[in-house]
């Protein structure tokens, strides 16, 4: 029997021990506050600048460019509210498939007067290029597309969308959390003003991430105090998590390329092995160049999601589902629903996804393990 198998690297992924390493110094050694002027704040000051410059590097951005937040979250709000309260016009587009981090973000604009047009894509989760240039009015001031999705793994024409946007004077931003040290990005080649990005989905440590903002563009603070981050961002600035962001950066510009072919080759064994063994079964999204290296979405058919994932979990597998839940009631996944599927299919979905410490020998594991749970949760069911 293997240790247990972390197949959700989707929702967090386990710390870099380098990553670690770095973070350590700055708990207990150099943990002065950047803004003092003795000399513990000015090594803290300078870490913080460098680690401007390498976050920078991964997307190809300026350093001034960058702004240190608590995580994705913080910075899609912060670029969706700062941008459309900063310019003029009051109407902004998205799709009908982003993270609840820019879906509800744009649903408490619009519940405050502004408009939102919300995009459909189709059964692989793509946007319409044509129609997106179409939704754009006169009084559009910002476009959200996500750059891959965090269910399906969709990867977005976020070049030509971009381009799009340009052409009509649109700014664009792109939630790239599930996409950064994954995939190549570069803000300028690829037409982004504004791009969200979250340490922990890429080895580096929770409660850190970063909003790059072209230096073509003006947004509006949400936070007020100190003016720390270039008045965009006030509060004294989480060292340590900088520092962990800036190693988790480092290693994805070099190790990237090599990482995410591994995870490919792994993914595609995993997708192929668990369809070839389980009746009934299908794959969300796109199996191709433009789906997350490290996504794979199944739906099976007459099987539970919730059930499906306690059942792996007790042998030793840790995966999630479409469903998103809350306190009161559970709902079937807004994303696959957006693909045409109905409700008791995107109740039957389940995520498993990669990370570059994932090893052939848990994919294995998992191509046997999940057909057997599958099966035995359909024979419960006709029994």
């Known amino acids: 029997m293997m240790e247990y198998i972390y197949l959700d690297d989707g929702a967090t992924t386990r710390v870099d021990q ?27 000051r300078e870490e913080v600048k460098s680690a401007r410059k390498e976050t920078a590097n991964l997307i190809n951005a300026y350093r001034d460019e960058i702004i240190f937040t608590s995580g994705g979250t913080e910075s899609d709000n912060l670029a969706i509210k700062g941008a459309m309260r900063e310019n003029e016009g009051n109407h902004l587009i998205t799709t009908k498939i982003e993270h609840p981090a820019v879906y509800d973000t744009c649903k408490f604009l619009e519940e405050n007067g502004y408009e939102v047009t919300y995009l459909e894509v189709d059964e692989n989760g793509f946007v319409d290029v044509g129609k997106f240039e179409s939704a754009i009015r006169e009084e559009t001031v910002l476009a959200s597309i996500m750059y891959a999705n965090n269910e399906i793994g969709t990867v977005e024409p976020i070049e030509k969308l971009g381009e799009v946007a340009h052409d ?24 982004i003003d504004l791009l969200s990005l979250s340490g922990h989905k890429f080895h580096g440590p929770k409660g850190i991430g970063a909003l790059y903002v072209s230096s073509k563009v003006n947004i509006q603070p949400m936070i007020h105090g100190g003016g720390h981050e270039n008045g965009l961002r006030s ?9 962990g962001l800036k190693k988790a950066c480092e290693i994805a510009k070099n190790e990237m390329k090599d990482d ?37 979405n199944f739906t099976f058919e007459g099987i539970d999601g919730d059930a499906l994932v306690l059942q792996l979990d007790s042998k030793g597998i840790a995966g999630s589902t479409g469903s998103a839940c809350s306190t009161t009631e559970v709902k079937p996944s ?5 693909l045409g599927l109905d409700e008791n299919e995107a109740f039957s979905s389940l995520r498993l996804t990669l990370s570059k410490f994932t090893t052939e020998e848990e994919i294995e594991e998992a191509i046997e393990t999940v057909p057997e749970v599958v099966s035995n949760l359909r024979a419960m069911n006709d029994l």
Do not use: C, W
């Not at 009746?279 to 199996?287: A, D, I, R, T, V």
């Open 18 to 44: 380098r990553v670690k390493k770095e973070m350590n110094k700055f708990l207990t050694e150099k943990y002065g506050n950047p803004s003092s002027p003795h000399r513990k704040g000015k090594e803290a």
């Open 334 to 338: 807004r994303v696959l629903l957006s």
């Open 260 to 296: 995410s072919k591994r995870m490919k080759k792994y993914r595609d064994k995993l997708i192929d092995g668990i369809l070839a063994n389980t009746k009934k079964s299908y794959l969300n999204g796109p199996k191709d160049e433009n789906r997350l290296p490290n996504n794979a």
């Open 168 to 191: 009509n004077d649109v700014i664009f931003h792109t939630d790239a959390v599930q996409a950064v040290g994954k995939v190549p990005i570069d803000v300028k080649n690829e037409n």
């Open 235 to 243: 509060g004294t600035e989480n060292v340590p998590g900088i520092v």
